[in-house]
């Protein structure tokens, strides 16, 4: 499994961004893919899951009715659409993949992370 997260930058509050995540080397459609975030000094917070076989999405209380997690089979790509962005939102987001049959917004369920991608709300 491979993962590589785009779209990252540099917003003013308000403003929106959509974040990608191209997966590959995946052995199966069925799976649920995170969206994790961190920011320097603090623990790493789950945002997004998404169940794919399903397409069904779950969301953390600090970004749920501004954030929106999707899929794309075809391009085997996962995105983050992000509204109505705060400074709070300013982290390194990564994506994730958790191959087991549970998964939530711990990381301890996930097995394979992307390198990240900056988000700075300015």
């Known amino acids: 499994w491979q993962l590589v997260e785009s779209g990252g930058g540099s917003v003013q509050a308000g403003e929106s961004l959509t974040l990608s995540c191209v997966v590959s080397?995946?052995?199966?459609?069925?799976?649920?893919m995170g969206w994790f975030r961190q920011a320097p000094g603090k623990e790493r917070e789950g945002v997004a899951v998404?169940?794919?076989?399903?397409?069904?999405?779950y969301y953390s209380d600090s970004v749920r009715g501004r954030f929106t997690a999707s899929q794309d089979f075809v391009e085997n790509t996962i995105y983050l659409q992000m509204s109505n962005l705060k400074p709070e939102d300013s982290a390194m987001y990564y994506c994730?993949?958790?191959?087991?049959?549970?998964?939530?917004?711990?990381?301890?369920?996930?097995?394979?992370w992307g390198r990240g991608t900056q988000v700075t709300v300015s």
């Open positions: 998404i169940f794919t076989d399903a397409g069904s999405t």
């Open positions: 994730a993949v958790a191959t087991g049959v549970v998964c939530g917004l711990e990381s301890h369920w996930y097995d394979y």
């Open positions: 080397g995946a052995k199966y459609r069925s799976y649920c």
